[in-house]
């Protein structure tokens, strides 16, 4: 599966960015998928992952109640809506789905596979 993040951009403390990871190739709603950020000089971290019912989500304490996860599996996308978003928050966000199908969700970098490329998000203060 290849897969395509889009959405980012410069936003102020505060405001909202919807960010979208597109797919393409292998069946796409077989698989969680993850989305993780990286800052400059800082490792990649998790940010939030979806099953690929679309049931199950789990979120990193430092988004959580502020980042919403979804997916269309019609439409083989999958959101992140982020909300109050703070300076902070600014880094690259990649999506990526997981390495093997209807896996239960994980915040383990190494168990996706299919990386995108990445999408800037930049908050101001």
């Known amino acids: 599966v290849q897969l395509q993040a889009s959405g980012g951009g410069l936003v102020q403390a505060g405001g909202s960015l919807r960010l979208s990871c597109a797919a393409s190739?292998?069946?796409?709603?077989?698989?969680?998928v993850g989305w993780f950020r990286q800052a400059p000089g800082n490792e990649r971290e998790f940010v939030a992952a979806?099953?690929?019912?679309?049931?199950?989500?789990y979120y990193a304490d430092t988004v959580k109640g502020r980042f919403t996860i979804s997916r269309d599996n019609a439409k083989n996308t999958v959101y992140l809506q982020m909300n109050s978003l703070k300076p902070d928050d600014t880094a690259v966000y990649y999506c990526?789905?997981?390495?093997?199908?209807?896996?239960?969700?994980?915040?383990?970098?190494?168990?996706?596979?299919?990386w995108g490329q990445g999408t800037q998000v930049t908050v101001s203060s």
């Open positions: 990526a789905a997981d390495r093997l199908p209807y896996r239960g969700i994980t915040a383990a970098a190494g168990a996706f596979g299919s």
């Open positions: 190739g292998r069946s796409f709603s077989m698989y969680a």
């Open positions: 979806i099953s690929w019912s679309g049931v199950s989500t």
